[in-house]
């Protein structure tokens, strides 16, 4: 998990998910962590810390060749249904602003952007911030679309 968040997510970026960090969040009763596999390797993961009323989705890696195959989707559904269940009104996520790919993900999840963050990673790269309400009533602050940023 620590190396595919090395290579497929922090690229350009000091590596902050180690596999000692990832242990960590992995024994933190308030995360959870699930994974996607086939007979020989880890295909996607996803790694969420849950709170009272809301949830941040800290990581979800796809491998380049199992994107668009409904593996993100699934793992996200699990989450999706376990925040229901334990509660939870909303879920928050950040993103590289030039991820064009994985904004519109988000948005075909339901999330909107609720901020772009400058600098956010390493000091270097802009964020997008997201967020999906559970309450259906409860709209989110929208920003509007800037397109992709560096």
């Known amino acids: 998990m620590a190396r595919m968040s090395r290579d497929l997510i922090e690229v350009g970026l000091g ?3 180690t ?3 990832l242990s960590t969040l992995i024994r933190d ?5 699930i994974v996607a596999c086939d007979a020989a390797r880890i295909e996607a993961y ?5 709170g009272d009323e809301a949830a941040h989705l800290l990581l979800l890696c796809v491998r380049p060749e199992r994107q668009r195959q409904g593996v993100g989707r699934c793992l996200i559904d ?10 939870v009104t909303s879920i ?11 904004s519109a993900f988000y948005r075909s999840l339901g999330f909107v952007e609720t901020a772009l963050v400058e600098r956010y990673y390493g000091g270097e ?4 911030r997201m967020a999906l ?10 920003v509007p679309d800037r397109g992709p940023r560096p």
């Open 15 to 17: 590596w902050k998910y």
């Open 19 to 21: 596999a000692q960090r």
């Open 29 to 33: 009763p308030g995360t959870v962590a």
């Open 46 to 50: 996803a790694v969420m810390r849950f």
């Open 78 to 87: 699990w989450l999706l249904a376990s925040t229901r269940v334990a509660g």
């Open 92 to 102: 928050q996520v950040e993103l590289r602003a030039g991820n064009a790919p994985a």
């Open 125 to 128: 790269f802009a964020a997008r």
């Open 133 to 142: 309400s559970l309450r259906p009533d409860e709209a989110l602050p929208r």
